[in-house]
């Protein structure tokens, strides 16, 4: 005996591409901003509290500027 194919299963399908398709053009458009928050002597666990503090979904890191400084960064999604 054949099955008949269900529509709600076609549009599920339907559904959860047109989901992810809008979710996908939603991370593209997001640009990154960037703060130095301190000049001087970075402390990885200091530069990331510091970080989530500016901003919850913030990325404090730690990187040598180009005068030879330990400055701490945080990344983030620009608003």
Same mark, same amino acid.
Not at 15 to 20: D, I, K, Q, W
Not at 23 to 41: F, I, P, Y
Not at 60 to 72: D, F, L, N, V
């Given at each position: 005996?054949?099955?008949?194919?269900?529509?709600?299963?076609?549009?599920?399908?339907?559904?959860?591409?047109?989901?992810?398709?809008?979710?996908?053009?939603?991370?593209?458009?997001?640009?990154?901003?960037?703060?130095? !928050? &301190?000049? #001087?002597?970075?402390? /990885?666990?200091? =530069?990331?509290?510091?970080? !989530? &503090?500016? #901003?919850?979904?913030? /990325?404090?890191? =730690?990187?040598?500027?180009?005068?030879?400084?330990?400055?701490?960064?945080?990344?983030?999604?620009?608003p």
């Open positions: 005996m054949k099955k008949h194919f269900q529509p709600s299963f076609v549009i599920l399908i339907i559904f959860t591409v047109f989901v992810l398709g809008v979710v996908g053009n939603m991370s593209v458009d997001q640009k990154r901003c960037w703060a130095t !928050l &301190k000049e #001087n002597n970075c402390v /990885h666990d200091e =530069c990331r509290s510091m970080c !989530l &503090k500016k #901003n919850p979904k913030g /990325h404090g890191r =730690c990187i040598k500027s180009s005068q030879g400084r330990i400055i701490c960064l945080c990344g983030y999604d620009c």
